[in-house]
């Protein structure tokens, strides 16, 4: 770091305005050197040691649990594997009318069979190949529709225009 003399001593030796390099030694706290390490390291291990204690009664507690019967809480639930609608479908109930009634104005009998022949009778098994369609898009490699099973694009196709065919039918009513 360099200096302008200022002492009248240095400025006898030096000429007016000269510089003197001096040497600086920034002297700062170590913040790992704490006053206060002893408490702090004393807090730290009262901390853990409660930690500690917390984590052995609830060791104990699910140990008590497993010997009675009860749920094992170290296992993972078991995945559910998809299980695809039986091909006879019910009738629909009352409170399925409105299910069926889309998928009689929305979905066309021709259509209607071609989604037949795979086992597609129903709006909820179209929206459930339309999911699976969706989850193949979303995974790499990421195809393109075309490279979808024929199953899944029908399904995927058809219920991305059902919106479409909604308003032409709302038009159409108007």
Known sequence: MLRLAASASAS???????LIST??????????????AD???DLLLERLQEQLKRVKARLAAEEAA?????VDFTKRSPKLKYTPPSAASPAPTLLDTHVSSLWDDVVEPEV???LANYKITSMDQ?????????VDLNRPPYPSVERLKPRLRLAWE?????????????????
């Open 23 to 36: 040497r600086c030694i920034r002297m700062k706290n170590n913040k790992y050197l704490s006053v206060n």
């Open 126 to 134: 179209l929206q459930a190949a339309y999911e699976e369609a969706d």
């Open 12 to 18: 006898r030796t030096l000429k007016h305005g000269s």
């Open 66 to 70: 497993k010997k009675k019967g009860g």
């Open 112 to 114: 209607q069979a071609k």
């Open 158 to 174: 058809l219920y991305q225009s059902i919106p479409e065919q909604l308003a032409i039918k709302a038009r159409r009513g108007s």
């Open 39 to 41: 408490k702090e390291e």
